[in-house]
């Protein structure tokens, strides 16, 4: 019997999940409600910080939009953020009116390069996207110092990052004026589509909670189970609809309550690739620093030039193989809309040109057992090692 196709990432789902979903359903009630509140909560205290508020949303996408909006980015300012990341990082700014300003990111890490955000500010800016690519933080310290020495804005791009830490504390806890999670089927959390916004700043709280909902004064849940007429609402700001249900938030509940545990087996599966294809010509992805966690949300290595093929014929034999591979990212700067809207050149961005040009995500998740991990080190192994 030929093998079956390993995918590259699968949701990791059980019973709890699938019966709070099916309570949900039963409960008549369907949108924002008890159970988006009830996950609001539980994922604040996950933090520890009483100061934090999190605000539930469909997407991440959504989140930084809201964030962006809230912190006052305006038609025509400038927000830096990094080329080597998805489309959503930058598009977020562009339905502000506002345009991204793209920069390179470290040779190591691949997160945006501290030096190149302070080289690209002018008196436009007025915010900075630090996206912790993999799981893996980027160099606050540098960016939040930027920050602070120019009154700039810090939205965290944490799609990748939950539970990272940075210098022993959670991103999400860092000083920047809001973090934005991805709860996206494929993420260390995940509800099919949703996210989560936090911040410790009640105005912004304030503002994303009204915009999260078409502007409205009053969340649909307080009208709709108030015991007195409370059908009157105000709507205050032309906002969106970029509400969690309850049914994903159902979902959310149970999976933050195994996030530890998920993160245990994903850091066991990266150092067991680093472990093993350590012969091989690849760099491994950089790992966190003693002591704190690299959310290991994806393991991206990069085929050195002594590799025996380049990255997209490595990426069809591992196909053949019945293994499934991703790349994670096609630099902001090669596709057409960015590239062309902003006059963008591979020769801008020699670090991210170079990394993307080598680079492929193997499968890790923390449904994947020893042997679907020993299979994919396996073929690996097979192709590259010469």
């Known amino acids: 019997m030929s093998e079956a196709f390993l995918p590259f990432a699968l949701p990791d789902i059980d019973e709890n999940e699938i019966n709070e979903v099916v309570d949900t359903m039963r409960s008549g009630w369907l949108t924002t409600g008890p159970k988006t509140r009830q996950f609001e909560k539980e994922f604040a ?38 080329t080597y990341t998805f489309t959503a990082s930058g598009a977020v700014i562009r339905y502000l009116g506002a345009h991204p300003v793209l920069v390179d990111v470290d040779p190591v890490t691949l997160n945006i390069d501290p030096a190149k955000v302070e080289a690209a500010i002018t008196p436009r800016t007025k915010a900075i996207i630090p996206v912790h690519i993999g799981g893996l933080a980027c160099d606050m310290e540098a960016i939040l110092d930027i920050a602070k020495r120019h009154n ?48 410790r700043d009640p105005k912004i709280a304030a503002r994303c909670k009204v915009m999260r909902l078409h ?75 003693e002591g704190e966690k690299h959310a290991w949300h994806l393991y991206m290595i990069r085929l050195t030039k002594d590799a025996p093929v380049d990255r997209d014929t490595f990426i069809q034999k591992m196909a053949d193989k019945k293994i499934g591979m991703s790349v994670h990212f096609i630099p902001l700067h090669l596709h057409p809309y960015w590239r062309d809207t902003y006059c963008l050149t591979p020769e801008q961005f020699p670090v991210a040109q170079t990394a993307f040009e080598a680079i492929a995500s193997l499968p890790l998740y923390t449904k994947m057992t020893d042997d679907d991990q020993e299979r994919v080190i396996r073929a690996v192994q097979e192709i590259l090692g010469g």
């Not at 990052?161 to 089927?185: C, H, M, N, R």
């Not at 205050?236 to 970029?242: L, S």
């Open 45 to 82: 205290e996950f933090f520890g910080d009483p100061s934090l508020q999190a605000i539930a949303i469909n997407s991440a996408t959504s989140g930084l939009h809201l964030a962006l909006e809230a912190v006052g980015i305006k038609q025509g300012d400038e927000v830096i953020t990094t």
């Open 152 to 199: 700039l804005k810090v939205v965290e791009d944490a799609a990748h990052a939950l539970p990272t830490t940075y210098q022993g504390k959670l991103i999400g806890t860092l000083e920047s004026d809001v973090t934005v999670y991805s709860f996206y089927a494929t993420k260390t959390l995940a509800t099919g589509e949703g996210g989560m916004l936090v911040t």
């Open 215 to 289: 502007g409205f004064d009053r969340d649909a849940f307080d009208r709709y189970t108030s015991t007195r007429p409370a059908w009157h609402y105000d709507v205050i700001a032309p906002g969106f609809k970029y509400n969690m249900t309850d049914i994903a938030a159902s979902m959310g509940m149970h999976q933050l309550r195994k996030v530890s545990r998920f993160h245990q087996r994903r850091q066991a599966l990266a150092d067991r690739y680093t472990e093993a294809l350590a012969s091989l010509p690849i760099t491994p992805p950089a790992h966190a620093a």
